[in-house]
């Protein structure tokens, strides 16, 4: 199996930040990006036709033997978590919280992100040691 991409907002800076963070923590170095704006992200939501005008994170584990797999909101936050090991990885336990409830304070904290974090005019330019890992 290829490694997962994590499809993030890239005009959103608290999504930026989540990505350099993810990039600093990632310790295989592994983990591929790309903005919800681009062409890959764009394939992605039109073959999962639920995720249609996801304004959300979502990680797409690359097809391997059972196909691709995407996960949105909290469960993509927690597979970012579980992805980088360590002491993210405990972010794991906040499973045992119902679905419905962590999505619902994910959907609070993503309608004020651009208030907190500020809202880009353009995505970012990864420097040119991390443009390897991310997709147009």
Not at 76 to 100: F, M, N, S, T
Not at 101 to 107: A, G, M, Q, S
């Amino acid at each position: 199996m290829q490694e997962p991409v994590l499809l993030y907002d890239g005009l959103c800076g608290f999504c930026n930040g989540l990505v350099q963070f993810a990039l600093k923590w990632d310790r295989m170095g592994t983990m591929q990006f790309a903005p919800l704006q681009g062409v890959f992200a764009r394939e992605v939501l039109a073959r999962h036709p639920r995720l249609v005008g996801a304004d959300s994170l979502v990680m797409v584990e690359l097809p391997g033997e059972s196909g691709e797999r995407v996960r949105v909101r909290s469960d993509a936050a927690i597979a970012v978590a579980e992805y980088l090991g360590g002491a993210w990885g405990y972010v794991a336990a906040l499973r045992v919280i119902p679905r419905a409830l962590r999505d619902f304070v994910y959907d609070r904290f993503a309608d004020a992100r651009y208030a907190v974090f500020g809202r880009l005019s353009a995505c970012p330019v990864p420097t040119a040691e991390q443009r390897a890992r991310f997709i147009d």
